[in-house]
């Protein structure tokens, strides 16, 4: 028997607000169909082999407070944090916050127990754009709302960890990110699994950064090699706000990432960043939007990958300027680096521009390490080992140089190391 109904919805907890909301998902989800390669957004991807009637979707059990021990890698990392919230196969089971950020009205925890959160909930990604989205709509167990009252500045970033163990599972996690006016905020949120749990994540993002806001944005995905994941990440950008979102995309069989960035106040800006490095035969998938909707807006792209063994990359991406929308500067770049002849990328970049006076580019890459820059150390004594490390190391770097919460870097630099070290094993074992 399917999973997936209204009636599964409606037997979730929470207030009459949500339970009415999952219902009517559901109710637009059965009537959906998941969506095929013959779509734009689609081409590519992988979609074709997904069968969602192989997920559970029903809750797991409640595990229990406590932090499972595979965070405990990651979250060593991050030791000087102003909160940390842990979502245990969509359950929410663990919530800190210091004192001092309490006592000024920063709020983290289960958005359903706040009393607005019938407004909160879906007020920046508005209606899903597809089936996945509808489903996150319908069978969120316990969203996680992160919210900095107009004029505070966290200092130290917000952690939100997302595990995943239970095989044959379909998780649905939730995160609704609010910065009011002059607010200032990082928030450091991270997907994983074990190795060999296969399951079905498809996580759904709201960041609304008020007017004059810094919203820092860091999305570590380090999924075990039998997850798929299907996510989307929906943000709106007030007035002479600024957004910082940042990728770092690691693991999964099959991850794949839409963004929407909406630049609806004059003057906002949103950045995006992306480091991603494939390895075995995992795909990555990428799709962006930028959406200048306010006049004198700025956004920024980069995008970089690297891919071993027989890993795909996918990455289309869409800058879009509204007719209101002048004195809009925008930029896309898309780069990316194969270590092996079997590894393949796809690099779409495009632009939708109905106002003049704009200044708007876009470029991708795909091809293998520099040779010059393999002769320029190999001259000067450097192995052809290290030289394709030291080349690849830094070919990240600027990607990393942008990271919108630095406390991070030294988990995706690990990260970065560690598949470079697979690939220099597996080079000298042939």
């Known amino acids: 028997m399917s999973t997936i109904s209204p009636d599964a919805a409606a037997a979730l907890d929470g207030p009459d607000w949500l339970r009415a909301r999952r219902v009517a998902a559901a109710e637009r989800a059965a009537a959906t169909a998941v969506p095929t390669t ?30 499972p021990e595979g965070l405990d890698p990651i979250l060593s990392q991050v030791p000087d944090r102003a909160g940390l919230v842990v979502v245990r196969d969509g359950r929410l089971v663990h919530v800190e916050l210091a004192p001092t950020w309490l006592e000024r009205g920063v709020g983290v925890g289960n958005l359903a ?74 928030v450091l949120d991270v997907q994983a699994s074990p190795d060999d749990v296969e399951a079905l994540v498809l996580p759904l993002v709201e960041l609304d950064a008020g007017p004059a806001s810094r919203l820092s944005y860091c999305n570590v995905q380090v999924l075990g090699d039998r997850t798929w994941q299907i996510a989307s990440q929906s943000a709106t950008v007030g007035a002479q706000a600024v957004l910082r979102s940042f990728t770092g995309a690691f693991g999964g069989e099959y991850a794949r990432l839409r ?4 630049l609806v106040g004059q003057g906002a800006t949103g950045d995006l960043y992306a480091a991603y490095f494939g390895t075995g035969d995992r795909t990555l998938d990428f799709r962006t939007f930028q959406d200048h909707v306010a006049p004198d807006t700025t956004s920024t792209l980069l995008f970089k990958g690297a891919l071993d063994d027989a890993s795909k990359s996918v990455y289309t991406g869409l800058i879009q300027v509204r007719p209101e929308a002048r004195g809009t500067n925008a930029f896309q770049t898309n780069r990316n680096v194969k270590l092996s002849p079997d590894a393949w990328a796809e690099s779409v970049p495009n632009l939708q ?42 070919f990240f770097d600027e990607v990393l140089d942008g990271l919108p919460v630095p406390v991070a870097r030294p988990l995706l630099q690990g990260l970065i190391d ?13």
């Open 113 to 186: 127990e706040v009393d607005d959160g019938s407004r909160a909930l879906g007020s920046v990604a508005g209606e899903p754009t597809d089936v996945f989205g509808q489903l996150n709509d319908a069978f969120s167990v316990e969203p996680v709302l992160v919210r900095v009252p107009a004029g505070v500045t966290v200092e130290g970033p917000i952690v939100v960890a997302h595990w995943t163990e239970t095989p044959g599972r379909a998780v649905l996690p939730r995160l609704v990110v609010q910065v009011g006016a002059d607010a200032e905020v990082q």
């Open 38 to 67: 013959d779509e734009e957004v689609w081409r590519y991807s992988r979609v074709g082999e997904l069968d969602l009637e192989r997920f559970d979707f029903t809750p797991v059990p409640d595990p229990g407070p406590g932090i």
């Open 353 to 394: 521009i109905e106002n003049n006076d704009v200044r708007c580019s876009h470029a991708s890459t795909v091809g293998p390490i520099d040779e010059e820059q393999q002769f320029y150390l190999a001259a000067r004594g450097v192995p052809p080992e290290v030289a394709e490390r030291l080349i690849v190391g830094g």
């Open 259 to 262: 963004t929407d960035c909406r």
């Open 418 to 430: 560690l598949a470079l070290a697979d690939h220099a094993d597996a080079e000298a074992g042939r």
